[in-house]
Structure formats: structure tokens, C-alpha cells
């Protein structure tokens, strides 16, 4: 297969783009970063990498707690925003009409309209030469409740996340073309399986 080359750059596609709350009282603010992942996952770790010109770089390195808000296709634009625009020249809140709650475990709010929220404490600061990368421990999880099955398991899939690959926003409508170990699944295994998952398909409807 043929194959063209480019200079080594911050080419790993797609890969979610986060709003991070960050801050307290008058200084809460919003960032949409898209140089996140999981590092860890007992304790579950994350980090986010942010530009030390950012103003919510002072604020997560002093406070040392943000929240991960992973946004739905109806909140890209608002994304999009919260990317382009400066905490230090306008109320990202009042701007995108996002909707401020409490978290249980840090003081900053989260984006009640994510589907997804993770609350983040920092425990580690790297610095590299354009970006600080802030490795956090995930202490609490909250999902809107119409993801959740009966069996207590999250359809992250159904909550319309999306992805972000070379400047555009994706959303993620694909069906899965497989789960975690399916390529060595043995045949009995695979059909049992298949028939849970049609079941529960069956009494979603």
C-alpha cells in the first residue's frame, strides 16, 4: 500500500474533544481541549495538556481540580467556542447559556447539558516547552440517567458524542463493529452474546 510522508507532527486522530470547568465563584470558566486520555486505570488516571497561555492554566494550577465534560453534537458550537474565546474577555457561561452544577468531590461546576462528567483532582504537573500536562485521578463519574440500562451498565454510544479530527467536529454514529476480545471470542460465546444485546435492544424500543 502506498503511503505519503509528512514532518513529525500532532497527528493522532480522532480524539475527543473535553470542555474542562475549572474555578470558583466569579472566576469559573470553561476550555475545550482536545489533548486528553486516560494514563491509568487503578486509580483511574487522566491528564489534559493546556497551553501555559490559557487562562485556566492559572486557575487548574492553583485550585488543582477541573472537571472533564464530554459535549454531544448539539453542543459543538459551544464547544467550538469555549476553544476560541478567553475566559479573561468574556463569561463563557453566560455566553453559551451552559447550565452551572455542583459537583460532589470538587468545588469547580459541572456542564449539567454533558451527557458525560468526570471529576478530576490533580496530582501531578509536567511541563513541557508549549503545554503544561496536568495528570488528575478521576474521583467520581456522573452520566445522564438515559444512558444507564437495566443491568446498570452506561450506553456511552447513545449519548451522541463527538470526535475531533483535523480542525472539524465528528459525530460519532457509527455502530460498533465489535466489543472488547470479540476477535478470539469462541462461536458459542459470540451467539449468546448477540442474543443479550438483541434482547436488550428489543425492550429499549
Not at 475527543?16 to 470547568?21: E, G, H, K, L, N
Request: glycine share 6%.
Amino acid at each position: 500500500m502506498k503511503k505519503v510522508s509528512f514532518k513529525g507532527s500532532a497527528m493522532l486522530s480522532p480524539i475527543p474533544p473535553i470542555m474542562v470547568s475549572c474555578g470558583k465563584g466569579g472566576e469559573k470558566n470553561i476550555i475545550t481541549i482536545a489533548w486528553t486520555g486516560i494514563i491509568n486505570s487503578d486509580p483511574p488516571l487522566t491528564y489534559i495538556s493546556v497551553r501555559k497561555s490559557r487562562h485556566s492554566h492559572a486557575i487548574i494550577e492553583r485550585e488543582r481540580e477541573f472537571i472533564i465534560n464530554l459535549p454531544n453534537e448539539a453542543m459543538a458550537s459551544k464547544c467550538d467556542y469555549c476553544g476560541v474565546k478567553s475566559g479573561k474577555d468574556v463569561n463563557k457561561w453566560d455566553e453559551t447559556g451552559l447550565t452551572p452544577l455542583p459537583a460532589d468531590e470538587v468545588g469547580c461546576p459541572m456542564i449539567a447539558e454533558a451527557p458525560v462528567n468526570l471529576e478530576c483532582r490533580v496530582i501531578e504537573q509536567k511541563e513541557y516547552p508549549t503545554h503544561d500536562m496536568f495528570i488528575a485521578e478521576i474521583v467520581k463519574v456522573h452520566a445522564d440517567a438515559s444512558l444507564e440500562q437495566e443491568n446498570g451498565k452506561l450506553r456511552i454510544d447513545k449519548a451522541g458524542l463527538i470526535a475531533y479530527c483535523h480542525g472539524e467536529y465528528i459525530p460519532l454514529k457509527s455502530k460498533a463493529v465489535g466489543t472488547f476480545g470479540y476477535s478470539v471470542m469462541k462461536p458459542k460465546t459470540k451467539k449468546r452474546k448477540d442474543a443479550e444485546r438483541r434482547a436488550m435492544q428489543r425492550t429499549k424500543k
